[in-house]
RNA sequence: GCCGGCGUGGCGAAAUGGCAGACGCAAGGGACUUAAAAUCCCUUUUCGCGAAAGCGGAGUGCGGGUUCGAGUCCCGCCGCCGGCACCA
């Protein structure tokens, strides 16, 4: 587009509000305690999950969410709200990191200049942050704190008595390190040698890792893990009273995986070794014809025949040496030894082969099950590649080929035979219990949180080693910060970067630093928390702050929306929820959940239909769509795509729509005099509305306020368009419909709407002004048209007043001609009115 | 394989069980202009009949069903997208 004729001169009135936005702190939220602090204002928390500041800049697809949230923050603070919007910076982590290593800067610098940049990019945007409070998780007056709640984390344990995180002095045991909900532990871990880090399991992708797409090895390494399992049960149970929506609530539940079965204890024939078994089905019992341990499991080693020894230390070796990804590669087949051993069936003192096989793993369960071949897929597949026998002992409503995992009746299952599956479960778990040999159990599959990273930049951990023994620092010693190291490169071994720090590592005489550091979750845990106070130098965050922002009678979460993508809806929110009831549990805060409502924004897709990515060389900037038509029309195309959580591509012609309908909104106000110089319209007159524009005025308003709550920004701006086309040729131009439509736009164009409100001197800014509310009466007509149906198909129109009786109606559809020629010889078997939108005459 | 979500014009999409396609894009035609841009007006689901106003048929991935009436609810398929993937 040419720069030197545009429709509506944004170029100059854009950075403008944005300036004065700034400079007046315009959308500064304050605190309780502040002088400008008014309690009786209701409190509105709407939050988008913070980005990572990246070399590349923020692209369309970051601005959606953070446009969905900025209309709806200005739209509440015209409601009358007190609205906390923050945005802040998760900048620990791996890209940064490894850009530094490449280019030889400090992380430090890279990542101080690309907030700086992403700062300025979001308020060419006009979002109204509150920017006081803007955080970086990298701040040491930030990670001071996140290093506090650590120290929270290593000094609790989780009693299952009263099912709680307590303090660590309530527990009696001889070991308080066996239960913190910080601990370390000796685990097999992803060890990835290019990024020289240990990974998460969840940053593993197909056996490689999720930056960069290295191979990943296991290896078993000393690490820092968070006992999360322990909250296995409250997180699930949290999620009840939450408004998220129910496939991601679905995705948390199926990631922890709760599975309800039996412990059952079978002993080894020859050495009389106790193994337990975990099933989901001990009403299967009697149909045992064999049993696995991992390859891993313990008891291998002493079962295991002189004959057989061979064959499964071969095995195990086999299985040791694959990474995921060849073991994955493997499952199609299954593979197994068998140790020579036998085992006794504790039911029916059957005598059972002991096989090793790699598909039962050692970290589910008690990494040992008894195979039953008929009603499980798994065990009937190794049963028939093995040769296995089989037995039936439910018996299905339906005969069914190959194996059964259903319920239905137990049979060949002695005193359990005839027991529906429930029953059978619930007798066979009595039986058990009675004879001390099993005992019903609960199984996740969410497994403890592996927490240490063996890179630079992260938080460090708090913790001294004295003897070989861990040892928390005081909190006084915090922060805890990073040296300042010219060679902050991996060693290439497990050894964190942090141990070439060789002063900084010393503590003292006798104790050494922690070098391992925090994973990038740590600081993205409870940013959410820090907005509320991020100037508390006492507290992570103060008692006044948090109950007002995250305080909710009688609901859970404490920020009121938060909008971000789906690729966090397991771990962040899994993580974030964990620290947050911890933190609760320990009397530190008041909310049980950190996030009442949780919206996902769908993702945007570059004009090709294809995700947006460097390599495709199809990614559109937010400066590139502003410094063509302007950052209003950037916000108003990015929530007029389509629906906010759907997937949809970007189209420049999209943006250039919008952008037309902004410009006939600013001549709605202004037009053009003899030199080219923008003055305000000679059609605009202080005349009342017609009817038929009042009408449209307030419905524009009901409709915009209703779909506010949907967050449908897609047809709220359609509506004022729609208000727009009535209005642009009207003449003499009711000046009262520009008060009506610029208070409502300009939660969405906030711009455009304070230069008009402006130029048209009216009161005040558009912006603080209250938000308008409806007229119902003047919504309707006095006369209405209805559609005229006969069989379900639209034969004639009837206009009739408003409140026509349902009598009236029917006789006037009966007598219309169009409807009598329809109808033809037919009889009329019954006609339905339904006022103010058809009728329906119904012929045989 | 299992679990979610989505299938509507040439495109992005609208539609408390009640007139399918609002609003926008694109396309075509017209007005204004020396010309263009910008702006404004009209047409635009599709097929048939008609010079036209109009009239008639079909139509929301496919096949059934419930209902006076289904894009919307129910059952069975197909396709695309996302998640999980030997969790006993």
């Not at 069989?791 to 409807?819: Q, W, Y």
Request: glycine share 8%; net charge negative.
């Amino acid at each position: 587009m040419s720069t030197q004729r545009r429709p509506f001169p944004f170029h100059e009135f854009e950075p403008k509000w944005q300036e004065y936005w700034v400079a007046t702190g315009a959308f500064r939220a304050a605190n309780p305690g502040d002088a400008d602090f008014d309690g009786s204002k209701p409190k509105y928390y709407i939050l988008d999950m913070f980005p990572y500041p990246s070399g590349d800049g923020l692209h369309v697809g970051h601005v959606e969410g953070y446009t969905a949230t900025d209309i709806l923050a200005r739209f509440h603070r015209m409601q009358g709200f007190n609205v906390l919007h923050p945005m802040g910076w998760d900048a620990f982590g791996l890209p940064a990191e490894q850009y530094a290593i490449k280019t030889g800067q400090h992380p430090r610098e890279t990542t101080a200049r690309n907030i700086a940049n992403f700062r300025s990019q979001l308020q060419a945007v006009g979002f109204s942050y509150d920017w006081d409070r803007e955080v970086s998780t990298t701040d040491p007056g930030y990670f001071k704190w996140t290093q506090w709640i650590f120290l929270q984390l290593y000094n609790a344990w989780f009693n299952p008595a009263t099912r709680k995180a307590e303090s660590i002095a309530t527990y009696k045991g001889a070991d308080p390190d066996s239960v913190r909900l910080a601990y370390v532990a000796e685990m097999p871990v992803n060890w990835c040698p290019q990024l020289g880090t240990v990974l998460a399991n969840e940053e593993v992708v197909d056996g490689k890792s999720e930056v960069g797409g290295f191979p990943v090895e296991r290896r078993p390494l000393r690490q820092w893990m968070l006992r999360i399992t322990a909250f296995a049960e409250r997180l699930i149970e949290g999620l009840d009273g939450l408004d998220w929506p129910e496939g991601i609530k679905l995705l948390q539940r199926n990631w922890i995986g709760r599975s309800e079965g039996a412990v059952v204890v079978f002993r080894e024939e020859a050495g009389g070794a106790e193994i337990e078994v975990f099933t989901t089905r001990p009403d299967t019992l009697f149909g045992a014809t064999y049993m696995i341990l991992s390859p891993e499991h313990p008891l291998v080693e002493k079962i295991t025949t002189d004959a057989q020894r061979g064959d499964i230390d071969a095995y195990r070796v086999a299985v040791a040496s694959k990474s995921d990804l060849d073991r994955t590669e493997l499952n199609k087949e299954k593979s197994g030894v068998f140790t020579g051993a036998y085992a006794i069936n504790p039911v029916n003192g059957e005598r059972i082969p002991i096989w090793i096989a790699d598909y039962v793993l050692m970290g589910y369960g008690t990494g040992a099950i008894m195979a039953v071949p008929v009603h499980d897929e798994r065990d009937f597949e190794f049963a028939q590649k093995f040769g296995l026998p089989v037995r039936e002992v439910v018996k299905p409503s339906e005969a069914v080929d190959g194996f059964f995992s259903g319920d239905g009746v137990a049979v060949n299952s002695g005193f359990l035979d005839g027991l529906s599956t429930a029953e059978a479960k619930r007798s066979i778990t009595a039986w058990l219990e009675e004879r001390n040999i099993g005992r019903g159990m609960v199984n996740y599959k969410l497994r403890d949180w592996l927490f240490s990273r063996q890179r630079y930049w992260g938080e460090p951990f708090p913790i001294v080693w004295e003897g070989g023994r861990h040892r928390a620092l005081s909190e006084t010693e915090l922060p805890v910060v990073q040296p300042d190291m010219d060679d902050f490169k991996p060693t290439g071994t497990p050894e964190p970067p942090l141990s070439k720090a060789v002063d900084w590592v010393r503590y003292s005489e006798r104790a050494e630093r922690e070098t391992n550091t925090m994973p990038q979750w740590a600081g993205s845990c409870w940013y959410y928390l820090r907005f509320c106070d991020p100037e508390n130098g006492m507290r992570f965050v103060g008692e006044g702050p948090d109950r007002y922002w995250m305080g909710r009678s009688g609901q859970p979460g404490g920020v009121d929306l938060y909008i971000g993508g789906t690729e966090h809806a397991v771990l962040h929110l899994l993580y974030a929820r964990f620290w947050h009831k911890v933190l609760f549990d320990l009397g530190h805060l008041t909310t049980p959940e950190p996030f009442q409502r949780l919206v996902n924004q769908g993702m945007i897709l570059g004009p090709d239909g294809q995700k947006m990515s460097k390599s495709r060389g199809n990614v559109i900037t937010p400066d590139a769509v502003i410094e063509d038509y302007g950052a209003d029309s950037l916000r108003l195309y990015e929530m007029f795509m389509g629906p906010l959580e759907q997937m949809k591509p970007w189209s420049m012609k999209g943006v250039e729509g919008v952008h037309r309908f902004l410009a006939r909104v600013w001549r709605l106000a202004m037009e053009e005099d003899q030199e080219g110089e923008w003055v305000v319209s000679s059609a605009l007159a202080d005349v009342p509305m017609t009817p038929a524009q009042a009408r449209v005025a307030h419905a524009t308003i009901k409709k915009v306020t209703e779909d506010m709550r949907g967050l449908a920004f897609n047809t709220a701006i359609s509506q004022m368009m729609v208000f727009t086309n009535e209005f642009v040729n009207a003449s003499p131009r009711p000046l009262e419909s520009l008060k009506i439509l610029l208070p409502l736009l300009s939660p969405f164009a906030p711009h455009l709407a304070e230069e008009l409100w402006q130029r048209l001197g009216f009161e005040g800014a558009a912006s603080s002004q209250s938000w308008p509310v409806h007229n119902e009466s003047l919504l309707v007509d006095n006369e209405v048209e209805l559609a005229v149906q006969v069989n379900g198909k639209v034969r004639d129109r009837l206009v009739v007043a408003r409140d026509a009786s349902k009598e009236a109606i029917e006789e006037a559809a009966r007598s219309s001609v169009k409807v009598l020629e329809a109808v033809g010889g037919g009889a009329i078997v019954k006609v339905i009115v339904v006022p103010g939108k058809l009728v329906n005459v119904v012929v045989k």
